[in-house]
């Protein structure tokens, strides 16, 4: 028997303890230690059936046909999708893949969730429901993710259900536990990647998390690039060195969150395009390589943002509003607001206070759109009711408060 202890983990431990289970592949027992331990059976059975002996083509030809009106009719497979996992899967009765679609069902999947699940790995109808993914589920859920988060999840990747409980998830759940310290941070890390459980921590994790304490990012700063954005922690080791001498070089402070945030904006193919992309489109409005620059180092993921919200609010304010486009990269948080339920009823608010001679023209973007909602109305919308009993609806008629 082999023992794997989960810190913390007093939701599953309950679980367990209130109906014991004993025999099969795993059992949970008492000890006097007080936190409990998982033990589990190494020698338990293989969750995928596998066929020793040659199969006549006839009865070949039935499983086959089986396989295929089983994935089309109780996975909701389409006939082509069916033919191409059959050839990775072949059933000759619907008892096992039954159980494990029934697991599934109790634990929230919907039917398209399912049917990408097959669809991604059909030899998961081959599981033990009972010895082999009922653990795994079970063990998510004593953690907090929920039933609904667990299902998209798998859906999207399916892989963990494949990974061995003991010897993987359970030691992933550990490092992490031991970095991040919280269950919510886990599952936060876990909504953006599933491979923060599923990687060699070894390999890339632990020395880019090395690194980045020895070049002076606080421990604060390591918890919320790994929590948000787990996928720039886990790149190559040198390709995360260069990335992050080339942040230390753009005049990003290594104590500060920005830092982090910019290693993140830098990271991977698919960040450099999108990078590029931004950078192309806040020159066509007018922002000089200085403005760009000067714009990611107060906000590193204004270079993530789309195209088309980019242009839908730099050409409300420019156009709408008469700002010059370099004020905007004084202050790139705006261009994260919603353009409807923020920035254009206030900008109306203050367009109508301007129009009575109330306020000032030459407004700050940090003071009109950077404080939050009841600061706003308590400055510029409850101050002048008597004056302009209509500002609550120029504002509401946006916010549909």
Known sequence: MAAVAIPQATSLARLFLTKPISGGPFSFLPNNHRKPIFVFSL????????????IPKVEQQQRLSFTIDYLI?????????????????????????????????????????????????????LANAQFVLLPKLRFFLSIGVSKSLLARTLASDPTILTRSLVNQLIPSYNFLKSVLETDEKIVAALRRTTWVFLEDHTKN??????????????????????????????????????????????????????FVLAIHALSG????????????????????????????????????????????????????????????????????????KRIIPRCLVTKVLVSKGLVKEDWSLTSLLVPVEKVFLDKLVFKYEEECPELMDVYRSYTKL
């Open 73 to 125: 009719d109780s996975c909701g497979l389409s006939p082509d999708c069916a033919n191409l996992a059959s050839r990775k899967l072949s059933l000759d009765s619907p008892e096992r893949p039954d159980t494990v679609l029934n697991l599934l069902r109790d634990h929230g999947f919907t039917t398209a969730q399912i049917s990408t699940l097959v669809k991604k790995r059909p030899v998961l109808l």
């Open 269 to 340: 193919k698919g960040n450099k395009s999108i990078w590029d992309k931004c950078f192309e489109v806040y020159q066509r409005w007018g922002w000089s390589e200085d403005d760009i620059m000067c714009a990611f180092k107060k906000h590193p993921h204004c270079m993530m943002l789309s195209e088309r919200k980019i242009d839908r609010t730099m050409e409300f304010l420019v156009k709408e509003m008469n700002l010059a486009p370099r004020s905007i990269a004084q202050c790139p948080v705006v261009l994260f607001f919603s353009l409807e």
């Open 43 to 54: 020698h338990t059975q293989s969750p995928i059936t596998t066929l020793t002996t040659k």
């Open 205 to 258: 994790l632990v020395p880019n998390i090395k690194y980045m304490s020895e070049t002076g990012v606080p421990e604060k700063c390591i918890k919320l690039l790994l929590t948000h954005f787990p996928e720039a922690v886990m790149q190559k080791n040198h390709e995360f060195r260069a990335i992050t001498e080339q942040a230390k070089e753009m005049g990003f402070n290594p104590k500060k969150s920005t």
